[in-house]
């Protein structure tokens, strides 16, 4: 009895201390130093999108004043949250996340944020009814992913040279919040149109290897496929080797399209495999460190600082690719 009293009073105090708005009004302060402990918790390196994205950060490290703990959680998000763990045990003065998933990683987010650490979700979001910018992170720095999905369909919709679209969609890695959005912004564009239906779509978890071997499958459920929609480009190539090795015509009898932009993807555009890549940047290094200064000078920072994304396409894709990575 005594207990449960206690716990209502407990709960009450702490809906009293949200509704005060003490804790939204409180982010954690970062004060102006020479140098600071900053930590990158990389959720996986399995492929050129996340190296690029973590030698962005190492590029930017000195110019920023930062001494950099790096670490790589290897695709698991349990081990993600463990490095975020550490990296608190630590010290560092600040945190730039890339959540691999929404839900798994809310714990992290809530334990930097317990511990005083302003914390930055780079390139993933988290949770948005769970975790919130201003509250208990200071911002989400990164792409519309919804807008990303809307802009690849709304170029199918009109680059596409048949009449009937039979579309395989390849998707990001689960609970992901690229994956969730990509698919959102694409179906939803699809769903207008009658002439275009979406026969699968299933998870290749952001992999090539993967990517291919959930096309391999899929081809043999639906060999009337003409458009492929992979979430990113290193599904788009699995995808477009699946193809090539059933003896069907990337670029040819089917259009496949992307986000991202890696060199592979620019090339395949080049070489007339795939039709378009909507970008996803992954050079976030520089952006971090200017939304870092601005934090330490005061300024209230933006729930979400936007990237703005080009598009790929033939018309463009040589001259970019040796910017690409
Ligand atoms: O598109 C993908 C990577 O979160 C925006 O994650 C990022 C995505 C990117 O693995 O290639």
Same mark, same amino acid.
């Given at each position: ?21 003490v ?12 140098r ?34 790096a ?9 993600? +949250? ?5 990296m ?11 959540p691999?998933?929404?839900?798994p990683? +809310? ?12 914390t ?10 769970? +975790? ?10 990164g ?35 690229p994956?969730?959005?990509r ?51 290193e ?42 890549? +909507? ?28 990237v ?7 018309a ?10």
């Amino acid at each position: 009895m005594t207990t449960r009293i206690a716990r209502t009073i407990a709960i009450a105090a702490g809906a009293a201390l949200f509704a005060s708005g003490v804790l939204a009004a409180d982010l954690p302060p970062l004060a102006k130093k020479d140098r600071y402990k900053v930590g990158f918790a990389q959720m996986e390196s399995n492929n050129p999108w996340r190296i690029a994205e973590t030698k962005s950060f190492h590029d930017t490290a000195d110019t920023c004043g930062w001494d950099l703990i790096a670490t790589d959680a290897a695709g698991s998000a349990a081990k993600q +949250v463990a490095d975020v763990d550490s990296m608190i045990a630590q010290g560092i003065d600040v945190l730039f996340l890339p959540p691999r998933e929404e839900k798994p990683l +809310v714990p992290a987010v809530m334990k930097a944020r317990a511990a005083g650490i302003p914390t930055f979700l780079v390139d993933r979001s988290v949770d948005p009814n769970v +975790v919130k910018a201003g509250t208990h992170f200071v911002a989400f720095l990164g792409s519309d992913f919804v807008d990303q999905g809307r802009r690849v369909a709304e170029w199918t919709l009109e680059n596409f040279p048949g009449d009937t679209g039979i579309i395989v969609e390849l998707e990001g890695t689960t609970g992901s919040s690229p994956a969730n959005d990509r698919k959102k912004g694409f179906d939803d564009v699809m769903a207008m149109h009658d002439n275009m239906t979406i026969v699968a779509s299933q998870s290749g978890d952001f992999a090539r290897d993967l990517g291919r071997q959930v096309m391999e499958t899929l081809l043999q459920a639906h060999p009337e496929v003409n458009i492929v929609y992979a979430h990113n480009d290193e599904m788009a190539i699995g995808a477009i080797q699946a193809l090539e090795l059933a003896g069907r015509k990337p670029g040819g009898d089917v259009l496949v399209v992307s986000i991202d932009g890696t060199r592979d993807a620019l090339q395949a555009i080049i070489d007339g495999k795939m039709g378009v890549t +909507v970008e996803s940047s992954p050079f976030f290094g520089p952006l971090a460190c200017e939304t870092m200064m601005r934090y330490v000078n005061g300024e209230t920072i933006e729930p979400w600082v936007k990237v703005e994304d080009r598009i790929f396409t033939k018309a463009n894709a040589a001259d970019h690719i040796d910017e690409a990575y």
